[in-house]
DNA sequence: TTCAACGACGATAATAATTATCGTTCGAGA
DNA sequence: TCTCGAACGATAATTATTATCGTCGTTGAA
């Protein structure tokens, strides 16, 4: 159930943001921040229209990728819309933008000396690590005045 | 054009990856190596098609996913076939099975003091680091002899 | 209070990306 | 050369996401 200092919290959030605090928008945040795991949108529909049978999917990704463009939530692992193969066979990292989601090589030199981390739960073999660094490109920059 | 000491090369992999070296592979290998940026199928399809105007966009997929599986060549920013968002407020990272794309989060704590990058190319402003340590989840691991 | 304006919503069509099916072809080995 | 299974190409099917559009509800001037 909503209670009313999250109705409040949610309504602060929203001025911040930048956006209207409807109701969908309020159940929609509030399903996301009850889970705690990594769903995808489907996930978060079938919560929420338990909660509002009458919620349409397409409201859901609006509101989450308005959600994830305000800073509210983020995504998971960059998701770029398709597969994406790496063809640098050098070991590197990569910058990625969050607006238009260009991918550039970083050098491994700049990120260098991280180790692979020891205390890993439930049998999980690490073999690689993965980094990008998330921000803003040149060109979006430009076009935020 | 195809070398002999290339195709030498290639038919070398295949058999280290326990896969059969077919006419088509060579060709989307071959152009895998030659593209040095971050590709979808989609755009090495295009590529493939005008050496080898005859291929099918499912090899191009079914081959692609077989030389990631078999590690000649990886996917950037490991992809679920969906967005996932993050419910976790609390700053971490993740454990990311290669086979299953289990995601599992990983306290700060265990990558901790890693700096953003001090050397960026072309006006990029970094904002956060996100970190995935990639291997094999303990249920991958055993179906496996 | 009334009522235009506008943003948000729901239904649904359209598109994009990926995977499955299936008949045919190719090539390594008997 | 012949056989058999793996790989291929064509295409249907599925899944994921986005666009369109008519409607609804709220706001804020008159
Ligand atoms: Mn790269
Ligand atoms: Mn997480
Ligand atoms: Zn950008
Ligand atoms: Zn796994």
Redesign the interface.
């Known amino acids: 159930m909503t209670s009313t200092v999250q109705f409040e919290h949610f309504d602060a959030l929203c001025k911040e943001a930048g956006i209207t605090p409807t109701h969908q928008r309020l159940v929609i945040w509030q399903t ?2 009850e ?8 996930d ?1 529909y079938r919560r929420v229209k338990s909660e509002l049978p009458t919620v349409s999917l397409a409201t859901v990704y609006k509101n ?1 990728h308005l959600f ?1 463009d305000t800073g509210l ?8 819309g ?7 066979s050098e070991p590197h990292h ?5 607006k238009c989601k260009a ?2 090589d ?1 050098d491994a030199d ?2 260098s000396g ?1 180790p ?23 060109t979006c ?1 430009q076009g935020k005045p």
Do not use: K, Y
């Open positions: 996301l921040t889970m705690h795991d990594h769903p995808s949108p489907e978060v989450i994830v939530f983020r995504e998971v692992s960059m998701f770029h398709t597969l994406r193969i790496e063809t640098n990569h910058l990625v933008c969050r991918i550039l970083l700049d990120l991280f692979l981390p020891q205390h890993l739960p439930e049998g999980f073999v690490a073999e690689q690590l993965s980094i990008d660094v998330l921000g803003l490109c040149a920059r």
